[in-house]
């Protein structure tokens, strides 16, 4: 009984072992897009909050020639994508490259940068609301970032404007 133990254990421990890699799954080939980083990269979001970067990775990875509405005859598309805080416009060529973007997100969870910026120069106020703008231009580097904040203290109410490095506009 024990030379039994001893055998079979190896044994469906070296079939276990087996099935196992048969049963790999092959998965499908991955296409990487040079436009598609170009686009994340300038617009740099990492500090923003999920929803947003959710929404752009979706604008960024969007693939024109698989849409229903796709035809040869036309130069550009204009998609837009849509979440309960934002919005997304994007423009994308006839071969599926990300042209533009016009993005705008409503109270969304703001990066410390900003934070910092208005609590320091208005120590007793509060944001009551934001709206978060992005403007993407292919040719451009970086993206055009802007954070409009309506900021409040007791009854008192103000608007202010920020870019994306945290500066009074």
């Known amino acids: ?5 001893f055998v ?3 044994a469906m421990l070296i079939a276990g072992l087996a099935t196992r890699s048969a049963a790999q799954i092959n998965l ?14 300038a617009a740099d979001n990492r500090e923003m909050a999920q929803p947003v970067r959710m929404l752009e990775r979706k604008a960024a990875v969007y693939d024109v ?3 229903e509405y796709y035809d040869d005859d036309y130069d550009g598309y204009y998609i837009s994508f849509y979440i309960p805080d934002g919005e997304i ?10 042209l533009r973007t016009a993005e705008k997100f409503k109270n969304t969870k703001l990066p410390a940068v900003i934070r910092d910026a208005v609590m320091q120069r ?3 106020w509060t944001i009551a609301q934001d709206i978060y ?3 993407y231009y292919d040719h451009k580097e970086k993206a055009d970032k802007t954070f409009k904040l309506l900021l409040q ?5 103000m608007k202010v404007k920020l870019n994306g490095e945290g500066k009074f506009i």
Request: hydrophobic fraction near 35%.
């Open 89 to 98: 416009l994007a423009a994308y060529d006839k071969d599926g490259k990300l």
């Open 65 to 67: 020639k698989k849409s």
């Open 1 to 5: 009984m024990k030379k039994l133990k």
């Open 133 to 135: 703008q992005v403007h």
């Open 153 to 157: 203290n007791g009854d008192k109410r």
């Open 8 to 10: 079979l254990m190896p």
């Open 28 to 41: 499908p080939e991955v296409r990487i897009i040079v436009s598609t980083y170009k686009y994340l990269n």
């Open 122 to 124: 208005f120590p007793n």
